[in-house]
C-alpha cells in the first residue's frame, strides 16, 4: 500500500483520520512486507488481524492460504473493508470488549497497534491466544522501554515481565514516520515475539499483575492474603532480606514465587 493509495481509499471513502482511535495509516511496502515476513505465516493457519485500518497488511494477508479475522472498532473502516475484501472475516469491534472470537486458536497476531491501549491489547492476547505461535506489532519506539527494559528500572513491570516470559522478543526494523499517514510525530518499530510453549498462563499474568499493584509497596503488601508463611521462607530463600518489591525481581522469579505459593 503506497502514500498515494492510502489517500485514494481515505478520499473515496470520505475517510478522515481519528486521532481518538490512534489512526495512523502505513504506507510502505518495504515495512508491510517485513511484518508479514517476520510473522512466518503457514497456510492454513489462523491469523488474527487487530486495527486493520484501510487495509496496508489486510491486503496482502487476503491473498494467503489462510483463515483471517480482523477486528476494527472503527464503523466506517469496517465498511469499507467488508466491500473491500468480501473474503476476509472483518468483526465490528473493540478488540478489547471482544469475547468468543475462537483466540485459543490463533496461530498469528498481527498488528500495527493503536498506540493508545498499547498495554491493554497485549495484555489481552497474552491472556488469550494461548497457542501463538508469533506475534508481530509495530509500537511506538518510545514504548519499547516499557517492553525490553531490565528489573529495577522505572519501566519496568507487568508488560515488560510478562513479554520476557511470553516468548524471545526481537526488533525487526525501525519505522520513520514518513511511513504513515498522517505522519506522526514519533518513530515506532516493529517488535516480534518468537512464543515460547510454555508461557505464563491467564492466572499466572494475574498475579504478576497483583505483585506490581502499588509499586512502592513490599512484595508482601502487595501479596495480602496469601500464605505468608511460604512467602517469606521464598524471599528469604532467594533474596535474604525481607523487604522486597516487585521490581527488584526477575521475570523467572515471579513464576517460581508463583509455583512456591501454590
Ligand atoms: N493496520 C492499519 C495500518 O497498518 O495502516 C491501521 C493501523 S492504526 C495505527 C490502528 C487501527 O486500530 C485503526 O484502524 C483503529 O481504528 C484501530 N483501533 C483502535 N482502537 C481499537 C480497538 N479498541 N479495537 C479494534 N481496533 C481498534
Not at 479475522?69 to 473493508?81: M, N, T
Not at 518513530?187 to 491467564?202: G, L, M, Q, W, Y
Not at 535474604?240 to 527488584?248: D, L, P, T, Y
Amino acid at each position: 500500500m503506497t502514500k498515494e493509495r492510502v489517500i485514494q481509499i481515505m478520499k473515496e471513502n470520505n475517510i478522515l483520520p481519528e486521532a481518538g482511535f490512534g489512526q495512523n495509516f502505513l504506507c510502505d511496502e518495504d515495512i508491510i512486507h517485513g511484518i508479514i515476513e517476520a510473522a512466518d505465516i503457514r497456510p492454513g493457519d489462523t491469523v488474527l488481524e487487530i486495527g486493520p485500518g484501510i487495509g496496508a497488511l489486510t491486503e496482502p494477508l487476503s491473498k494467503m492460504d489462510i483463515n483471517l479475522k480482523c477486528i476494527e472498532i472503527d464503523k466506517r473502516l469496517v465498511s469499507y473493508l467488508k466491500g473491500a475484501y468480501p473474503d476476509v472475516e472483518i468483526i465490528d469491534s473493540d478488540f478489547l470488549k471482544l469475547k468468543d472470537y475462537g483466540a485459543e486458536k490463533v496461530d498469528v497476531v498481527i498488528s500495527n497497534l493503536p498506540y493508545y491501549i498499547m498495554t491493554d491489547i497485549m495484555m489481552k492476547v497474552f491472556e488469550e491466544a494461548v497457542n501463538a505461535r508469533r506475534i508481530v506489532y509495530m509500537v511506538e519506539e518510545a514504548a519499547l522501554d516499557r517492553i525490553l527494559c531490565e528489573s529495577s528500572t522505572k519501566s519496568y513491570g507487568p508488560l515488560a515481565v510478562v513479554s520476557e516470559l511470553y516468548g524471545n522478543i526481537s526488533i525487526v526494523s525501525k519505522v520513520p514516520g514518513t511511513c504513515f499517514v498522517p505522519q506522526p510525530r514519533t518513530t515506532s518499530a516493529v517488535i516480534r515475539f518468537i512464543c515460547h510453549e510454555n508461557r505464563p498462563d491467564k492466572e499466572l499474568i494475574a498475579f504478576i499483575k497483583k505483585c506490581f499493584m502499588q509499586r512502592r509497596k513490599t512484595l508482601s503488601n502487595n501479596l495480602k492474603g496469601c500464605d505468608k508463611e511460604k512467602l517469606n521462607k521464598w524471599v528469604k530463600d532467594n533474596f535474604i532480606v525481607e523487604s522486597i518489591r516487585a521490581e527488584a525481581m526477575e521475570p523467572t522469579d515471579f513464576r517460581d514465587l508463583y509455583n512456591a505459593l501454590k
